[in-house]
């Protein structure tokens, strides 16, 4: 499984670009109907919470898309760094009018990716020792930013995408007729790894006898998956998944289970407070 832990210039273009053009459109009306001159400012990015940072390279290249010449003097964050409330993200030096039009996408970006990170290193710290995994469960085109955030927050990214790792899902089964003629299937096809989703214990048994290298146990109560440990005893790594919130992971982190995947780590994370303003 891909473990996204940079960026490329062709993504982080290929988001602002699109980001840019959604925003600006033809022209920015306001911003070319109020300046009489293109002078050069300062604006300053602050953190209003306690937060970690990510998409800082995201927001540079905003601003050097919308004025080549801007600078980011004093900046020394990198992605995945803690930042105290009211503490100084980055600075950014550019055309006026660039920091005027960029301002609302570039905050945007690193809100969303910031929020992510945030949440991740908490669920991170929560889940100890167990490791902890994101899904899927993704914004449509912003996936590989979203499991760079949770990269940054200290998590670990599961499978991209539906090409990169084997999970035999409850509907896979479905049409299967069963985990063993699902399996069966795949072995004909693939040689690596088979992840298996179960909902009880029969699944569990079924899937360790065919082998499955990762059990994974979904929306299992505590006590159910404490059965299921015991019964797969080593012979697989097992996940455990299921709308598991903060509070609720030390109801599983010490059963013997190895990971914990989160879907809310992505599609409900909330956009962190982050301010930015022009220098007088």
Do not use: W
Request: hydrophobic share 45%; net charge negative; aromatic share 4%.
């Amino acid at each position: 499984m891909t473990q996204i832990n940079s960026l490329t210039a062709e993504q982080i273009d290929g988001l602002v670009k699109l980001a840019l053009e959604e925003d600006i459109g033809p022209g920015d009306i306001t911003t070319d109907g109020i300046l009489t001159q293109d002078d050069v400012a300062t604006a300053v990015v602050t953190a209003k919470e306690p937060l970690v940072v990510c998409g800082l390279d995201i927001f540079r290249r905003v601003f050097l898309h919308l004025d080549a010449g801007a600078k980011f003097p004093g900046s020394t964050l990198k992605d995945g760094s803690e930042i105290a409330a009211y503490a100084e993200i980055i600075q950014v030096s550019a055309k006026t009018s660039a920091l005027l039009m960029g301002e609302r996408t570039a905050l945007n970006i690193v809100q969303r990716l910031s929020g992510i990170a945030t949440l991740t290193r908490k669920f991170v710290d929560a889940a100890q020792p167990v490791t902890l995994l994101d899904t899927r469960k993704t914004t449509p085109g912003l996936r590989v930013f979203e499991k760079y955030a949770v990269y940054c927050g200290g998590g670990t990214n599961h499978r991209f995408g539906l090409f990169d790792a084997v999970l035999i899902k409850d509907n896979h089964i479905k049409i299967a007729g069963g985990i063993t003629p699902a399996i069966n299937r795949i072995r004909k096809q693939s040689s690596g790894k088979i992840e298996v989703e179960t909902v009880n214990l029969d699944e569990v048994r079924e899937a360790l006898e065919m082998g499955a290298d990762i059990i994974m146990l979904d929306n299992m109560a505590p006590e159910t998956v404490k059965k299921a440990v015991a019964m797969i005893d080593g012979k697989s790594k097992i996940e455990v998944s299921g709308s598991i919130g903060l509070e609720g992971l030390n109801r599983f982190n010490r059963l013997g289970i190895d990971a914990i995947s989160v879907g809310a780590l992505t599609h409900s994370a909330r956009a962190v407070d982050i301010s930015m303003n022009i220098k007088t």
